[in-house]
């Protein structure tokens, strides 16, 4: 048995920049046709196929294309939500996808008392078992996990071969550089499954549950500018996995170039001068990611003549993308606050404005305050920033909810108190009058 596991592809991502998104659509075709040739039974995608949950329809299009291009020669894919296509209240286009017999939904479910029983996908050639959770949005599976709403006794009963396809984070595998806090701690997973295919972290992770292999293939290529940078220098592909021994097989679209400038003490001239330099180089068939950096002795960051560094660059390269957020003048400016911590003047200035409470206030800061990474556009930016707003509100919201309940269950025992004492006495009243005119 042999079958392809990919994850984050993210297809549709740089919708700005038509040669990423190209490369990135590349990615994927490549890995389809790879897995065609290594003759496998099945592909497992776990999750992100889309960057968003209704991206344009030339993404589609061509999505379709290369997924039939395995369909077609008897190959079945199977996939489940990524946090980026799952959206909820709206029809995400893998739901129209899996009806259309494109690809195979491997999440299917039932509710047994408090539990979520998750029901294996058989595998018609193989007989092997597939069991998908799928992504949500802000990560909000993540407390089916913690909770143990799923029913992981069942899944351990589970007899045969299987498989457990998810798109979290597991809290022991995540890497340093990721601030994510919605992960999951390996041990909420269920045992005895033999293979378990991850996606959501983008970069290639190894591990195991009692001997059975834990894979994340990583991106294929990348969904935003913060991956093409932290990914440079680093494997991408995805996994062939024969018998449940994973390979993981390369897919090279181009070559990365990276070059960092720090600037700090030298003049504008003389750090234009070392970018010329650096263009004039030869970048054939590469994509430049130029991050220049650090406080300018002299000059200004408008004296650099960054749009001629970058035309020269582009003379030779596939695409540049030049990083300027670090760079700035030197100035020094003193600020006084009050309290002897940064914690002491946080805790001070929230609990004046708090409404909602200082821990709701103090996280709802922190995100919002997040600036954009290097490379993210706008539209990426805003929807990281309302993924981590949105499990703050819906906490909020569900405090409030309870407490307002609590609040009209007092009410209504001190409105049922009142009542008991005015009918005690009015039976008082009327049996003095009976008394009186008996």
């Known amino acids: 048995m042999k079958f392809a596991h990919i994850a984050d592809s993210h297809l549709g991502a740089f919708s700005k920049n038509p040669?990423?998104?190209e490369l990135n659509m590349r990615a994927f075709e490549m890995a389809i046709k790879k897995s065609v040739e290594e003759g496998v039974d099945f592909i497992i995608i776990a999750g992100d196929l889309f960057h968003n949950p209704l991206p344009d329809m030339d993404t589609v299009h061509h999505a379709v294309r290369i997924l039939n291009y395995a369909k077609e020669r008897g190959i079945r894919t199977y996939a489940v939500y990524g946090s980026h296509d799952f959206s909820a209240g709206t029809t995400s286009l893998l739901d129209v996808l899996a009806e259309a017999g494109v690809f195979i939904k491997a999440t299917r479910y039932e509710i047994r008392g408090e539990k979520i029983r998750l029901l294996p996908v058989v595998d018609k050639r193989t007989g092997v078992k597939i069991v998908g959770v799928p992504g949500l949005t802000a990560s909000m599976e993540v407390r089916y996990f913690k909770e143990n709403v799923i029913d992981l006794d069942y899944l351990e009963r589970l007899d045969g071969q299987k498989i457990f396809v998810f798109h979290t984070t597991i809290a022991e595998l995540k890497p340093a550089y990721i601030s994510d806090k919605n992960v999951v701690p390996i041990s909420k997973f269920p045992k005895g499954f033999d293979y378990y295919a991850g996606g959501h972290l983008h970069e290639k992770i190894e591990s195991n549950i009692n001997g059975s292999p834990v894979i994340y293939p990583g991106a294929l290529f990348g969904s935003n500018y913060s991956d093409l940078d932290i990914l440079s220098g680093k494997e991408r592909g995805f996994y062939i996995v024969d018998n449940f021994k994973p390979r993981f097989v390369p897919i090279n679209v181009c070559e990365f170039e990276k070059k960092i400038i720090d600037a700090t003490g030298k003049s504008a001239k003389s750090v234009e001068d070392e970018l010329l330099s650096f263009a004039s180089q030869n970048h054939e068939g590469r994509v430049v990611i130029l991050k220049v950096r650090g406080v300018l002795r002299s000059g200004r960051v408008a004296d650099i003549n960054f749009r001629k560094v970058r035309e020269k660059i582009?003379?030779?390269?596939?695409e540049v993308l030049l990083n300027t957020y670090s760079l700035s003048t030197e100035e020094r400016k003193t600020v006084r606050v009050p309290g002897s911590t940064p914690e002491e003047i946080?805790?001070?200035?929230?609990?004046?404005?708090?409404?909602?409470?200082?821990e709701f206030?103090?996280?709802l800061f922190h995100v919002l305050r997040e600036e954009k990474k290097e490379g993210e556009n706008r539209r990426d930016y805003e929807s990281r920033i309302w993924r981590n707003v949105y499990p703050?509100?819906?906490?909020?919201?569900?405090?409030?909810?309870?407490?307002?309940?609590?609040?009209v269950t007092e009410e209504r025992k001190i409105a049922e108190k009142k009542d008991l004492r005015e009918r005690g006495a009015n039976k008082k009243v009327k049996r003095a009058s009976l008394f009186d005119f008996g």
Do not use: Q
């Open 392 to 407: 703050l509100l819906v906490n909020v919201i569900e405090r409030k909810t309870e407490d307002k309940r609590h609040a």
């Open 361 to 363: 206030t103090k996280n």
């Open 346 to 358: 946080e805790d001070r200035i929230f609990g004046e404005i708090s409404i909602y409470g200082l």
């Open 314 to 318: 582009m003379n030779t390269a596939i």
């Open 19 to 21: 040669t990423l998104k």
